[in-house]
């Protein structure tokens, strides 16, 4: 049975899994949110109001060069110079009018966006995640002020706003809308205008702040990018709105009309690239002037950059100052947590700047009871080396200097403010070392352990399924006595050690004890003649593992593994010009070839990380700023689904396993699920670029919406209930015939085409299922490249298959006996070791895979078109599972293959010995894989932790780490999944079938 090899797979994913929680922890931890609020009866914390009312117009992913009068060149007829009146009205108007470009702290995603928009706080790397369950906000913000003075508040558009302040908003004047409907370019916006302008024209308004915030700009970045026709229209239909509520709007109300953050040029957000980071903001009073008209405001207070690729430089803020400025300026306190500093523009109407001293001075004293709050907290020691700098800066603010003295007292303030964010930015990322440490024990120890139990099991051969047994339980039950030493070791030193948890003892204890164990019971592996297998360790591994301690080599990655990836097949190549006999050396360099061909080929789908430009060219989308198939990509999709059924069937014809299951399959169910995956990207084109006209959307999206489902369901209902019920790739017959020997009677012949491999064709029946289950979830440059993926496992599985040939070859040979060959068969059952440089190849596949089909690691690279293969709005967990398997599917797939590698062209006799053999091997072959990607996650995990305070670690390592994190478990339950399912219901069913076999014989 395969639970005995599914035992010890299971043991060291949970052993990987305590080591990822272990370390993460430690790595990814998030500020402590402090609740207090600024409050003050007698208004000595605020200043008068420079407005009675305000309204908040937020465009989502509205990037500065949307607005500026000066936008890079070459200029875009669909994005820029198109929603002109902001910088109309700043040219004609200038004290009246102020256009920003603000700096937005990564993460860039909505919901991080608006809580330092309202906050002034920032935000930790891990918080992005909950951008898709985001809670309420307890911290103090510019909403919670307002609420707190008696102000009524009217909300309509992005529903995140009312997820995090849920009671902030007058419930009759809150029209809350989906947010992540990507598809609807209009239904948001549409909402938002029905109900902004009623509220804009009542005459006595029942409101003091209106915020509207407006979706269709972010949807069509990310639908279709800033660079279609699209985007004009909609940016067409902003400009409209807004020129309206000019006209509507009184003489007592600030308009803030800004961006929450922008978006890279294909139109994704969520990291921190140049263009993702940068939001536009503009700030309009109609009434009294923003800027006095001989105002005098140092240069240096005034800073400005240079857009990319712009010529002109033009003013810039911090995205965060909005919190405070807006508060003081509605005459409200500075919400508790801010780190902003007031925009000097908006506070110098009178030509002193007596109400800018006013107004930064509340800022500053607010700045500094916030620090010293969270230096008397229990997060306080994070501040211990900035801290004595901090007090520095802060004792050369004179709150009392003259009016000649006070450019020097609004330096002094400033250079406070702005070194207390600059602090606060680097040690948020902040660290706990103890865990850390142990998250790596755990993971070194996982990796040596699973080195060992590899090595082990092929040593023991027949025997390995009784040590497996012993095993298992000597580790479960050292797991279970590591957690009771853990626990007492949690009483003895959790006072001493910060950040450890009773979890985390337990974990640690379990899985540190079980690995000792786990190493003791795998021992004999350490011998002499052991080492000699350790030299079939490729060194595309060590070169891979060792690139994640450069931050240039990490950001390549994607070039390097198609590198290592076709090295990787360099040893099978030598075999090949060794071969002894012809056949063999043809048939390993004809499908080595096929092999490098096939990665080359998946090479040219590239898609580009900021760090990587100017010199990486997009080729997965249309353009860099296009989201869109290539037409090349677009043509030959079609044929591709077609094609590669057939590759499928020509390399199980080889064998004769075409037979049984896999003739209903592959030549019938798997083109029809293919083309019906491509069939939804092609009709999404359509969709998106309206070649039909707007009035065909609907027919479309539901025409696609049912390709996906009816592909999906295929593969589920359809294909994987015929595999269960008959996985066998066989076709037996049965023919009665004369016996030559004895006149007068008949000796029946039976016939058995398909096994040569019994094993192999039904699990790869199973495996091409799971192919037509991820088809769909990938755009059709990702299909494409899958496809290639999926033919360069093939020629592999037949490269190690003569590769295993030629090696029972030269065993026999050098037994002294080549008539061996004929006794039993040396040439389909050799009894020859897998290897891991065989695995090596396969395991650097997925990775190359992962780049190929259109991810980097990289937040940006996100493909959340995926959420809504299946339905047209954003459905949990459906939509979040579909990112996932677009994201990770390609790694599950091809490690979903390693058992294959042990499989492929086995012979099942003799039975049952060849039975254990081949669930031996299928073992070994997924430890290898489980051992690869581990390995990476070890050396990007050892990296990130030896660079925690490197410029790129939030930039670089840390998102490299979880992905290989991520990977790791991806790739743990891809060879749980297919050891389970897979190699135990086809190890089942054929000895059933030799059984029965044997029974009718005699």
């Not at 008696?150 to 809308?177: C, H, L, Q, R």
Request: aromatic share 10%.
């Amino acid at each position: 049975m395969a639970s005995k090899g599914l035992s010890l797979l299971l043991w060291v994913f949970l052993v990987h899994l305590a080591g990822i929680y272990l370390y993460t922890r430690g790595f990814l931890l998030t500020r402590l949110s402090l609740s207090d609020t600024t409050a003050c009866q007698d208004g000595s914390c605020t200043i008068s109001p420079s407005h009675r009312r305000a309204v908040v117009l937020v465009i989502d992913a509205l990037r500065f060069d949307f607005l500026s009068p000066h936008p890079p060149e070459p200029v875009s007829p669909h994005h820029h110079n198109v929603l002109v009146l902001p910088q109309e009205l700043t040219a004609a108007q200038p004290t009246h009018s102020l256009l920003f470009e603000m700096f937005s702290d990564p993460p860039t995603t909505t919901l991080q966006r608006l809580k330092g928009i309202t906050t002034g706080s920032l935000p930790t790397f891990i918080d992005m995640g909950s951008n898709f369950g985001g809670s309420s906000i307890t911290e103090d913000s510019f909403i919670g002020q307002l609420r707190s003075a008696g102000k009524k508040i009217a909300f309509t558009g992005d529903d995140t706003w009312t997820t995090v302040f849920p009671d902030s908003f007058e419930p009759n004047m809150t029209f809350p809308y989906d947010s992540f409907n990507v598809e609807d370019l209009h239904t948001v916006d549409e909402g938002v205008i029905e109900h902004l302008f009623p509220l804009l024209m009542d005459k006595s308004p029942s409101w003091d702040v209106i915020i509207g915030h407006f979706l269709g700009v972010d949807h069509v970045g990310h639908r279709l990018g800033p660079d279609h026709p699209t985007m004009k229209t909609k940016l067409t239909q902003m400009d409209v709105v807004i020129r309206r509520v000019v006209e509507l709007l009184d003489d007592d109300t600030l308009l803030i009309l800004m961006g929450d953050h922008g978006m890279d040029r294909k139109g994704d957000h969520g990291g921190d690239g140049d263009h993702e980071t940068s939001a536009a903001l503009w700030v309009y009073s109609k009434g009294p002037q923003l800027v006095h008209p001989k105002a005098s405001i140092p240069d240096w207070l005034l800073t400005s950059r240079l857009f990319p690729g712009a010529t002109v430089e033009h003013r810039q803020i911090q995205q965060i100052d909005l919190a405070s400025t807006l508060s003081l300026a509605l005459g409200l306190p500075v919400p508790f947590n801010n780190l902003g500093t007031v925009i000097p523009e908006l506070f110098w109407n009178d030509k002193a700047g007596t109400r800018y001293t006013r107004a930064l001075a509340l800022n500053a004293k607010q700045v500094n009871r916030y620090l010293d709050t969270y230096r008397a907290s229990p997060s306080g020691g994070e501040l211990d080396n900035a801290w004595s700098e901090l007090q520095r800066t802060w004792k050369t603010v004179d709150f009392e200097a003259h009016t000649k003295d006070r450019e020097a007292q609004w330096l002094a303030m400033t250079m406070y403010t702005r070194f207390a964010l600059a602090a606060c930015r680097q040690l948020w990322a902040q660290f706990n070392v103890t865990l850390i440490i142990l998250g790596l024990v755990v993971l070194v120890m996982s990796t040596v352990t699973a080195t060992l139990i590899y090595f082990k099991v092929g040593a023991l051969q027949d025997n390995w399924e009784s040590w497996a047994a012993g095993a298992t339980w000597w580790y479960t039950l050292s797991g279970v006595g590591g957690a009771c030493l853990g626990s007492v070791g949690y009483l003895a030193v959790s006072r001493y050690v910060k950040g450890l948890g009773l979890v985390e003892a337990l974990l640690f204890g379990a899985s540190f004890v079980s690995s000792l164990v786990a190493i003791f019971f795998a021992r004999p592996s350490l011998s002499i003649p052991s080492f000699r297998s350790l030299t079939s360790i490729p060194l595309p591994l060590i070169l891979h593992a060792a690139a994640f301690a450069s931050n240039s080599f990490t950001v390549w990655e994607d070039r390097i593994v198609n590198f290592l990836l076709i090295s990787s097949i360099a040893p099978s190549v030598l075999v090949g010009f060794s071969a002894p006999t012809s056949r063999l050396r043809y048939r390993i360099l004809g499908f080595s070839a096929l092999f490098a061909l096939c990665v080359r080929l998946m090479a040219v789908s590239t898609v580009c990380r900021e760090e990587q430009q100017p010199f990486c060219h997009v080729t997965f989308f249309a353009s860099s700023s296009l989201p869109s198939p290539p037409l090349p990509v677009l043509f030959l999709s079609v044929p591709i689904a077609l094609l590669l059924p057939y590759a499928t069937r020509r390399f199980l014809k080889i064998s004769k396993s075409d037979r049984g299951t896999a003739a209903i399959v592959i030549p019938w169910i798997l083109p029809a699920v293919l083309l019906l995956g491509s069939s939804f990207w092609i009709l999404e084109h359509f969709d998106s670029s309206e070649a039909f006209g707007p009035e065909w959307a609907g027919p479309l999206r539901l025409a696609r919406t049912w390709c996906a489902r009816l592909a999906m369901a295929s593969v589920l209902f359809l294909g994987y209930a015929l595999w269960y019920l008959v996985p066998l790739c066989l076709e037996i017959s049965t023919e009665t015939k004369p016996d030559a020997s004895a006149p007068g009677k008949s000796t029946r012949q039976v016939t058995v085409l398909g096994f040569a491999n019994a094993y192999g064709a039904p699990y790869l029946v199973f495996w091409c299922l799971f192919l037509g289950l991820l088809y769909p979830t990938l755009q059709l440059t990702g299909q494409a490249a899958l496809a290639l993926a999926a033919v360069a496992v093939l020629a592999h599985l037949e490269v190690v298959d003569s590769v295993r040939d030629v090696r029972g070859l030269e065993a026999v040979f050098a037994s002294g006996n080549p008539s061996a060959i004929l006794e039993n068969d040396a040439l389909r059952t050799p009894s020859v070791p897998l290897r891991f440089s065989e695995v090596a190849p396969l395991a650097t596949l997925a990775v190359h895979a992962f780049f190929a089909t259109g991810h980097q690691a990289a937040i940006p690279s996100i493909q959340w078109k995926t959420a809504f293969v299946l339905t047209p709005t954003l459905s949990y967990p459906l939509s979040p599972l579909l990112v996932v398997l677009n994201s990770f599917g390609p790694h599950f797939l091809i490690s979903l293959a390693a058992p294959l590698l042990a499989l492929w062209n086995v012979a099942p006799l003799p039975q049952p010995a060849m039975d254990v053999k081949a669930r031996a091997d299928a073992v070994r072959a997924s430890l290898g894989t489980m051992l690869y990607h581990a390995t990476l996650l070890l050396s990007s995990a050892t990296c990130a932790a030896w660079l925690r305070r490197h410029l790129m670690v939030w930039k670089i390592f840390a998102p490299r780490f979880m992905l290989a994190a991520a990977t790791v478990l991806v790739v743990d339950l891809a060879v749980l999944f297919g050891v389970a399912v897979g190699v135990g219901r086809v190890s089942s069913r054929v000895s059933r079938l030799f059984a029965a076999m044997n029974q009718g014989t005699k």
